[in-house]
DNA sequence: TGCGATTTGTCCGTATGTATT
DNA sequence: TAATACATACGGACAAATCGC
C-alpha cells in the first residue's frame, strides 16, 4: 500500500519533489501573484535550494499549466481567464464521465460508504463556513470515481487538472477575501452515483459542473 | 502564425527541447530497448549534452510516460503490456469523443477538405505500403479534430498520449519485423465526420477504436 | 537605435545519499 | 558489513538572449 502511493504519486521523497510542492503550495496560496516573474535565483534562495533543483520543479509545474515557461524570457505564474475557467470546466466534465463509466461496474458497499464519508466531510465543512476545508473536501469527494475507476492514465489526468481548480477557488477567495463558491452539498450527485443508472448519473454531471462553472463565472461578474 | 506555433509547440528553441526530441526518437525508434535503464552520464555523452540538460528533458518524458524515473534508482525505458494498450485506447476513445463534441459546430467546407486531404495521404501510405508513414498519416488525420475542437486542454492531452501510440506500434514493427496494424482508411470514420449525425459518430468512435485495439491485441497474441 | 545590466540556458566539478553487490 | 556504482544536489562559471535606459 505504501509502495503503490509512492509509484502512483512520487512525492516527497526527493528534493525536487517537496520543492515541487512547496512552490505550488506558494502559488495556491496565492503568495506568489497571478502574472508576476519568478526569478529563478531569487526563489532558489528563497526555497534553499540550488538553481538546478527548482528548474527541475518549475518544469513539471509548467506541465500542469500553474506556470508559463517563455524561452529564455522567464517563467510567470500563470494568468487564468474565464476562456481558461470554461476549458477546466468543460474539460474536467469530460474526465468525470468517463471515470463514471469506468468505476460504474466497480461499485459495492464498501466504496459507496466512502463516497458516503467525503460527502459528510464536506457538508461539515460548508456548515462550519471552512472555505478551505470545502475546497479540499469537495475535491476528494470528486476524486472518488477516479480512483475507483483504477484507470491510470484518467486518474493522472485528472490529479493535473486538480492544482488548477485550486488555483482558481484560492484565487478568487483571496482576491475578493470572501467564500468562493461554496456549492451546496452534492446530495443528488450522491444519490446518482450509488443508484443504478449510468445515463442519469451522466446527465446530472453536465448539469453539475456546468452549475459549477456558472457559479464561479458569476462570482467573478460581481467585482469585474 | 510562427509565433503561435513557437507557444503551442515549444519545440526546437532550447537544447534542452531539441535533446528531449532526440530521446523521444531514440525511443520511438527503438534504439533504446523498453525495460532497459538509461544512465545518465552515458546517455549525456551520447546526445553530447550536460548532465542537467538531460535530466530536463528526462523529466517530460517520465511525465508522458515513455520514461519511469524511480527515486535513487534511475529512469527506465517504459514496458508496455496488453493493460496499458487497453488504457491507452479507452482513454484515446474518451478523448475523442471530446473532441468530436466540441468541434462539431466548427466544421466548414475548408476543415472538411483538410481532413478529406489527411485521409488520402493515409491511403497513399498505405498503398504504397510504407508502414512508418501510414502511422504518422493516420496520428496526423485523428489530430484533426483536435485541432478543430480549439480546446487547448484537450489538444494537450492527446499531444500527451500521441507519443505512447507511437512507442507501441513502432515497439512491435520493431520486435517482429513486419508491419504493425495496417488498418483500412478511415473511409466510415471520414463520412460520419462529415455528416451531420454527432452521435453516429461518437457510436462509430467507439467502434473504430474497439476494433484497432482488437487488431493490435491480436497482432500481439501471433507472437506470444 | 544602441549599450549595459540582468537573467536564463548550459556546463562542469564535486560532495552526499541511496541502492545494490 | 563493506565497497561500488549511481542518482541526487550543490555552487560556480560562462555564453547567449533579453530587458531597460
Known amino acids: 500500500m505504501k509502495s503503490f502511493e509512492q509509484a502512483t504519486s512520487p512525492s516527497g521523497d526527493t528534493l525536487k519533489d517537496r520543492t515541487l510542492e512547496r ?26 535550494v540550488s538553481r538546478a533543483t527548482l528548474r527541475e520543479a518549475m518544469i513539471r509545474l ?5 506556470l508559463v515557461n517563455l524561452p529564455f ?11 481558461d475557467l ?13 471515470a463514471f463509466q469506468f468505476c460504474w461496474d466497480k461499485r459495492d458497499l464498501i466504496s459507496q460508504a466512502d463516497l458516503q464519508m ?13 472555505a478551505y476545508g470545502a475546497i479540499m473536501a469537495e475535491l ?3 476524486n472518488w470515481c477516479y480512483e475507483l475507476s483504477g484507470h491510470s492514465l484518467l486518474l493522472q489526468s485528472w490529479e493535473r487538472l486538480k492544482p488548477n481548480l485550486q488555483f482558481y477557488f484560492s484565487m478568487h477567495q483571496k482576491a475578493h477575501d470572501r467564500a468562493g463558491p461554496l ?5 443528488e450527485y450522491i444519490r446518482l ?8 448519473m451522466l446527465l446530472h454531471l453536465e448539469h453539475h459542473m456546468q452549475q459549477g462553472l456558472e457559479n464561479t463565472l458569476s462570482f467573478l461578474d460581481t467585482t469585474s
Chains 1, 2 share one sequence.
Open 23 to 48: 512552490l505550488q503550495e506558494l502559488i495556491l496560496t496565492g503568495d506568489l501573484v497571478p502574472g508576476s516573474k519568478l526569478l529563478e535565483t531569487q526563489v532558489a534562495a528563497k526555497l534553499d
Open 62 to 66: 509548467s506541465e500542469i499549466g500553474l
Open 73 to 83: 524570457r522567464g517563467s510567470y505564474i500563470r494568468k487564468l481567464d474565464r476562456l
Open 86 to 98: 470554461q476549458e477546466i470546466y468543460s474539460f474536467r466534465t469530460g474526465l468525470e464521465k468517463m
Open 118 to 130: 467525503r460527502n459528510e466531510r464536506l457538508c461539515q465543512c460548508i456548515s462550519d463556513n471552512d
Open 140 to 142: 476528494h469527494l470528486h
Open 183 to 187: 456549492r451546496e452539498s452534492h446530495d
Open 193 to 200: 452515483a450509488k443508484g443504478d443508472s449510468l445515463d442519469d
